[in-house]
């Protein structure tokens, strides 16, 4: 049973382009968490995704950003016309069920330039 | 407003020595306590977690207390090796009330520093 997937590990994008991120969770889970971490800092909430549904998007930017965790495949952190202060270590998280343990990926690392 | 607050913000010990960080948390309906570690460039990875219930957990050379009451936690390592050097995050669940659901709050972490 693989952990979870994020890919790519490593995005360059410039300013303006659109940035897609995927995350594959655990075989099983149906729960989804995305989280960015900029330089020295901690993890930042932003989206927590279940099949379908986005139950809790408090800490997601209103405008550029977006989530989705289709009933098939990957969930998408998309952020579109990128911006340097959008550089950052993107983690996504997956759990079995609401209350459970939340197993990490390694994270994709997006570049603005 | 739900908080994760952890001390110190960082910590060099020798190789060999006991350290203990903190966690205090203003964050409810509470669910769970979990500790992670985070290498440089790595994701979290879970050491413990810990319910309402539970004063003690202890993972190898890691042992975690939780008082629910003060509402304060705290991460143990003992005889330190140059690989426990990482951030090491406090992250509190709270549960979202009648949803079988979860939010997660994160500390900023204690970064470790174990010198030879």
């Known amino acids: 049973n693989a952990g979870v997937m994020q890919n790519p590990r490593h995005l360059v994008r410039r300013r303006g382009q659109e940035a897609r991120l995927r995350c594959s969770p655990m075989?099983?889970?149906?729960?989804v968490y995305w989280y960015r971490q900029l330089p020295e800092e901690g993890l930042k909430f932003m989206v927590y995704?279940?099949?379908?549904?986005?139950?809790?998007e408090s800490g997601m930017p209103k405008e550029r950003f977006s989530a989705e965790f289709p009933k098939e495949g990957p969930s998408i952190l998309r952020i579109q016309q990128v911006v340097r202060g959008d550089s950052a270590a993107y983690f996504c998280?997956?759990?079995?069920?609401?209350?459970?343990?939340?197993?990490f990926g390694q994270g994709t690392r997006l570049t603005v330039v | 407003k739900n908080q994760v607050e952890q001390s110190p913000q960082s910590l060099i010990i020798l190789e060999g020595k006991n350290c203990t960080l903190q966690?205090?948390?203003?964050?409810?309906?509470?669910?769970?306590l979990r500790w992670y570690k985070q290498d440089t460039g790595r994701g979290p990875v879970s050491l413990t977690i810990?319910?309402?219930?539970?004063n003690t957990k202890s993972n190898g050379r890691y042992t975690a207390t939780l008082d629910a009451d003060t509402k304060q936690s705290s991460l143990h390592i003992t005889a330190s090796q140059l690989s426990d050097s990482a951030s090491y995050i406090c992250?509190?669940?709270?549960?979202?009330?009648?949803?079988?659901?979860?939010?997660?709050?994160f500390g900023t972490g204690t970064r470790l520093l174990v010198s030879p």
């Open positions: 075989k099983g889970h149906s729960h």
């Open positions: 995704l279940q099949k379908e549904n986005i139950i809790d």
């Open positions: 998280a997956s759990s079995l069920q609401g209350l459970t343990e939340a197993f």
């Open positions: 810990m319910t309402f219930s539970e």
């Open positions: 992250v509190v669940s709270a549960s979202i009330l009648n949803t079988g659901f979860q939010k997660l709050v």
């Open positions: 966690c205090n948390y203003t964050v409810s309906p509470f669910s769970n």
